[in-house]
C-alpha cells in the first residue's frame, strides 16, 4: 500500500488558520485524498475529500497540490474544540478502503 | 439516525476467552468496515464489507479472526481465543457506497482488554 506521512504534532491560537501537511507522494492518480478527525475517546469524524481539485466545506479547505504528492488541510479560525488528532488517509481507486496516516495532534492555545 | 452503534463499549476478558464485539451500521448504508486502533499501529482495517458481503479481509491479523454480516443492519467481530496483544479500541465504521467515494461515519469504539 502507499502510505501518507504527516508531522506529529503542531500547536495553533485560537483563532488563527491552521495549516496542517500531508505528503502522498506514492498514491495512485485515482485514490481519493481523505482527512479524518479524532477528539479524545471517540470514533474518527469525516472532515473532506477530494481527488484533485481544491475542497470546501462548512468545517475546513483541502488544498491539493498539482502534481498531488501533498495536501494540505485548512481550518480557517482554530477553536479549543478543534484540538484533536487529525489524520490524512486515501481511498485507493474506488474500494472504498481507507488506509489511514499516522496523525497530527492538534493543540489549540487560548 | 442514532448513528453506527458498538457494543459493548468496554470489554476485559482473560486470555483465551472468546471476545465477540457488535455493530449496527447506518440504515441505508450497504459499506461496513471494522479497524483496530493501537499506539503502536495507529488506525488498521481488518475487513470491510459491501452489501453483507465480505470483501477485503487482508487485514485480519490471524485465524483467531473472524467476522459476519448476517445481514444488513448487523455484523460481528469475534476473537477466539483471545491474546493480551489483541487488546486495543475496535471501530465499525459504514458508509454508503455506489461506484463513488463516500465518508465513512464510524461508531464510538470497543475496548477490549484481554489479561
Known amino acids: 500500500d502507499a502510505k501518507t506521512t504527516q508531522p506529529n504534532s503542531m500547536e495553533s491560537n485560537e483563532e488563527e488558520p491552521v495549516h496542517l501537511p500531508c505528503n502522498h507522494s506514492?498514491?495512485?492518480?485515482?485514490?481519493?485524498i481523505h482527512w479524518y478527525r479524532q477528539l479524545p475517546s471517540q470514533g474518527p469524524e469525516y472532515v473532506i475529500h477530494g481527488l484533485t481539485s481544491n475542497v470546501n466545506n462548512r468545517m475546513a479547505s483541502l488544498a491539493i497540490a498539482e502534481d498531488r504528492k501533498s495536501s494540505t488541510l485548512i481550518l480557517h479560525r482554530a477553536t479549543l474544540r478543534d484540538a484533536a488528532v487529525y489524520y490524512c488517509a486515501y481511498i485507493s481507486g474506488n474500494t472504498g478502503k481507507l488506509i489511514f496516516g499516522q496523525g497530527t495532534t492538534l493543540q489549540v492555545k487560548p | 439516525d442514532a448513528g453506527v452503534i458498538q457494543s459493548p463499549r468496554h470489554e476485559v476478558t482473560e486470555m483465551g476467552q472468546e471476545v465477540t464485539l457488535r455493530c449496527k451500521p447506518i440504515?441505508?448504508?450497504?459499506?461496513l468496515f471494522w479497524y483496530r486502533q493501537t499506539m503502536m499501529r495507529g488506525l488498521e482495517l481488518l475487513i470491510y464489507?459491501?452489501?453483507?458481503?465480505?470483501?477485503?479481509d487482508s487485514g485480519m491479523p490471524e485465524d483467531r479472526f473472524s467476522a459476519k454480516m448476517p445481514n444488513a443492519s448487523f455484523s460481528t467481530l469475534k476473537i477466539q481465543p483471545s491474546e493480551p496483544r489483541d487488546s486495543a479500541v475496535y471501530f465499525c465504521?459504514?458508509?454508503?457506497?455506489?461506484?463513488?467515494?463516500?465518508?465513512?461515519?464510524f461508531g464510538p469504539g470497543t475496548r477490549l482488554t484481554v489479561t
Open positions: 440504515s441505508g448504508h450497504n459499506s
Open positions: 506514492t498514491i495512485s492518480g485515482t485514490d481519493y
Open positions: 465504521a459504514s458508509s454508503y457506497s455506489s461506484g463513488k467515494v463516500y465518508e465513512q461515519y
Open positions: 464489507f459491501n452489501n453483507n458481503v465480505p470483501i477485503d
